[in-house]
């Protein structure tokens, strides 16, 4: 994939600062006074801070498309089907859960148990199975085969998978702090996306495509 180093520098360190704006998103929401009760789906916010946070969530989310577009781009080529539809997923859910954050404004005043709370749910809960999906098909064929060198290249995308699974989505169904520490945590872990962008780009413009050789490479070893 043909990209200046200008624009990969520049979405590497978008990735970062927006892995570390979703962590601090996440530790406000624990913060955050309770200003309404808990058979309220805005918990803990009233209507006009809860619209608020979601156009925050939409925003976020957008912010972080592009280092997960510019990876799978990077290692699209020479991948075989299965890491295409790992990586084709987490571009793809990151997508669904901007628009989903924004569709949430609708909610700002339903009950935990309406009809708009559950559709909302059910949404969220397919996303986040889709983002588990796709980092683990992805990340297996890091693990053998980064795209940089190091734990942060090898574990990076397997570990985000992983933590989607367990303890994320348990998380989500016990008291709305555990799952906020543990989605503050998931977003954390996308700082290493930004770091392997940022490495790609200081190694020099032929790095990606010599890391996405070596997964062919790789590929054609496990089907001989």
């Known amino acids: 994939m043909k990209i200046s180093p200008n624009t990969v520098h520049a979405i590497g360190w978008l990735t970062v600062a927006s892995s570390l704006a979703g962590t601090a998103l996440a530790?406000?929401?624990?913060?955050?006074?309770?200003?309404?009760?808990?058979?309220?789906?805005?918990?803990?916010?009233?209507?006009?801070?809860?619209?608020?946070?979601?156009?925050?969530?939409?925003l976020h989310d957008l912010t972080l498309i592009p280092g997960l577009a510019l990876v799978a781009a990077?290692?699209?080529?020479?991948?075989?089907?299965?890491?295409?539809?790992?990586?084709?997923?987490?571009?793809?859910?990151?997508?669904?859960?901007?628009?989903?954050?924004?569709?949430?404004?609708?909610?700002?005043?339903?009950?935990?148990?309406?009809?708009?709370?559950?559709?909302?749910?059910?949404?969220?809960?397919v996303m986040s199975v889709g983002f588990g999906i796709g980092f683990i098909l992805a990340g297996l064929a890091f693990l053998r085969q980064p795209?940089?060198?190091?734990?942060?290249?090898?574990?990076?995308?397997?570990?985000?998978?992983?933590?989607?699974?367990?303890?994320?989505?348990?998380?989500?169904?016990?008291?709305?702090?555990?799952?906020?520490?543990?989605?503050?945590?998931?977003?954390?872990?996308?700082?290493g996306i930004g770091i392997t962008i940022l490495r790609v780009r200081r190694s020099g413009p032929d790095s990606a495509a010599v890391a996405g050789r070596r997964l062919e490479d790789a590929a054609a070893e496990r089907s001989a």
């Open 27 to 58: 530790l406000s929401i624990i913060l955050w006074p309770e200003q309404v009760s808990e058979a309220r789906w805005s918990f803990p916010f009233d209507a006009s801070s809860y619209v608020a946070f979601q156009v925050s969530f939409f």
């Open 74 to 125: 990077w290692a699209w080529p020479s991948a075989s089907r299965a890491v295409r539809i790992g990586l084709g997923l987490t571009v793809a859910s990151m997508a669904a859960g901007a628009v989903i954050e924004l569709a949430a404004v609708s909610a700002a005043r339903s009950s935990e148990t309406s009809t708009a709370a559950s559709v909302l749910g059910t949404a969220y809960g």
């Open 147 to 191: 795209l940089i060198p190091g734990p942060i290249g090898r574990w990076t995308y397997l570990l985000i998978g992983i933590w989607t699974f367990f303890p994320m989505l348990p998380s989500l169904f016990m008291p709305m702090v555990w799952g906020r520490i543990t989605i503050g945590v998931w977003f954390l872990l996308f700082t």
